[in-house]
């Protein structure tokens, strides 16, 4: 063959590949359903015309099988999103479901490792029925965990983000728990192995949608941190989170052009119901307080009692983390405490500042929390916040007991700025509640209700005196307190001089170590 020949030899095997797939009535009858292939839902994420793809002629190491795997099950590359390269992979269900096999997992594994020696981030489309059998039976198979390997010693180099589009298992479910953020398609199911499998191994019955659908993980696992309802909906919300983040950890966040005003907002603290046990909903004060329609909030339906997310302020990249009084009083249950380490984790390992906006009566109390070990992810939350190198910023809305008025990031703890509004009650215990416990013997003493009541109120009004916010001021406790219609430009201001700071290498931040699953 001359040169010209075996170019255009190649070419056509190329295209071949390409188009086919699996087999060509295996892409048409997925089109027929209104279904993807990986390579069409990479082609709708990235920016046009930019996907290059790596291990396009990989085949399955079974001869027999060689004609059948064409790319094995597994697709990826490089491209461009909103002009920034990343890596990109998928799995392949034209190809025995896009189950993972000896070869399709040595692919996984060379992307990943091109991704952290390229400094880019990492995104990952999952749709698979598991591990291949008989391909990764015996010593051979089992010695080929793919990328598992590479991605648990990742330490957050690099930002990773798994977007699932339909069933996914094994392999591909285990890269998802890898990942710093996660988005499932309404439909699709994230477990670690399929319920027919369940049936077959423990005679359990569950459908899909039971045992890992969107609802399920959204509300009730905290394994995803955005459920959508439809594929443009999952690519749009990686985009905006990668816009958050810089391409790996030795990189500054981009920042934005600011939107919003930086002056006083004298209707902010009107967000905030004066009598001091009414619950209101801290997306408001949040959404205010950021850059206009900046907030990504990040698992918006699990452990709704804190507001987490990734917005911008004055431009800059920050991280949110806001109690929600809307929801169980805005108390720290172990849910929450898990959300919160997730997000800090992700804002320490990429430098990103992050701001507390407290209002906390304290941890949550009960038989449920104590069987959740409440004791280990208190105290895990407040281990990390510790050893958070990203500078943070908190403000104390309305209320800071006990020691979630730490774990918020408050006073003693790490933070370079720590604000109060001149409302705001900070101390050991809500004044109603230790009257209760010091004082409840001498009150049931006391046979008149009336005169009950009065004494009750005297010592609420006595003990309130010393949770007053001047009190923490006065011995340094908090910074500065300040009017509430200028914590949007305070908070500004302290980010622009933050820019200046010395910013610690990626070795030298401790929750880079951290799991964000």
Not at 92 to 117: F, N, P, Q
Not at 154 to 167: I, K, L, S, Y
Not at 286 to 292: A, G, H, L, Q
Not at 444 to 462: F, G, K, P, Q
Request: proline fraction near 5%; charged fraction near 25%.
């Amino acid at each position: 063959m001359t040169d010209a020949e075996k170019t255009s030899d190649l070419i056509a095997r190329a295209e071949r590949v390409r188009n086919e797939m699996g087999g060509a009535d295996k892409v048409s009858k997925m089109s027929d359903e209104g279904d993807r292939t990986i390579r069409q839902h990479i082609g709708e994420f990235l920016d046009i015309g930019t996907f290059r793809e790596i291990g396009t002629f990989s085949r399955s190491i079974r001869t027999e099988e060689r004609e059948k795997t064409p790319g094995d099950g597994k697709i990826g590359g490089h491209g461009m999103v909103n002009g920034r390269p990343v890596a990109v992979f998928g799995d392949d269900i034209t190809v025995y479901r896009g189950s993972s096999s000896i070869v399709g997992t040595r692919k996984e594994h060379r992307l990943y490792e091109r991704a952290m020696a390229m400094g880019i981030p990492i995104v990952h489309f999952g749709e698979t029925g598991g591990a291949r059998i008989p391909d990764t039976m015996g010593a051979e198979g089992i010695s080929e965990p793919g990328g598992l390997f590479e991605l648990a010693k990742r330490q957050h180099r690099v930002p990773m983000a798994t977007m699932v589009t339909g069933q996914s298992f094994g392999g591909s479910s285990f890269l998802s728990a890898l990942s710093d953020y996660v988005v499932m398609v309404r439909g699709s199911c994230l477990a670690v192995t399929s319920p027919k499998v369940f049936e077959i191994a423990t005679g359990e019955v569950i459908s899909f949608e039971d045992v890992g659908g969107v609802d399920v993980h959204a509300r009730k696992t905290g394994q995803i941190d955005l459920g959508v309802e439809s594929d443009e909906e999952g690519y749009d919300a990686i985009r905006k989170w990668l816009s958050y983040l810089p391409s790996n950890a030795w990189e500054a966040a981009p920042r934005k052009e600011n939107i919003g005003s930086l002056g006083h907002d004298p209707g902010l603290s009107d967000l905030v119901p004066a009598k001091r046990t009414r619950g209101y909903d801290m997306r408001r004060v949040v959404e205010r307080i950021v850059d206009t329609d900046s907030l990504l909030e990040i698992q918006p339906l699990y452990a709704r009692n804190v507001v987490c997310g990734m917005a911008r302020l004055n431009g800059f990249s920050v991280g949110v983390i806001a109690n929600n009084p809307m929801f169980g009083a805005g108390t720290l249950d172990p849910q929450a405490c898990h959300k919160i380490i997730r997000l800090a984790t992700v804002c320490d390992s990429y430098n990103i500042p992050i701001i507390f906006l407290a209002d906390v009566p304290g941890f949550m109390v009960g038989e449920r929390v104590e069987h959740e070990l409440m004791l280990h992810w208190g105290m895990r939350m407040m281990h990390a916040l510790q050893n958070c190198s990203a500078p943070t910023l908190t403000v104390c809305i309305r209320k800071a007991f006990g020691l979630a008025w730490q774990a918020m990031n408050g006073s003693q703890m790490p933070a370079l700025g720590v604000y109060s509004w001149p409302g705001a009650e900070i101390g050991f215990m809500d004044p109603e509640v230790g009257v209760n416990v010091a004082f409840g013997s001498k009150l049931a003493r006391i046979e008149d209700s009336d005169a009950r009541e009065a004494e009750r109120a005297e010592l609420v009004r006595e003990v309130g005196e010393s949770t007053n916010p001047y009190e923490a001021a006065g011995t340094m406790r908090i910074d500065e307190i300040i009017d509430p219609g200028d914590t949007r430009g305070v908070l500004a201001h302290d980010l622009e001089m933050l820019a200046h700071r010395s910013v610690p290498p990626p070795e030298a931040r401790p929750l880079s170590y951290w799991p964000t699953c």
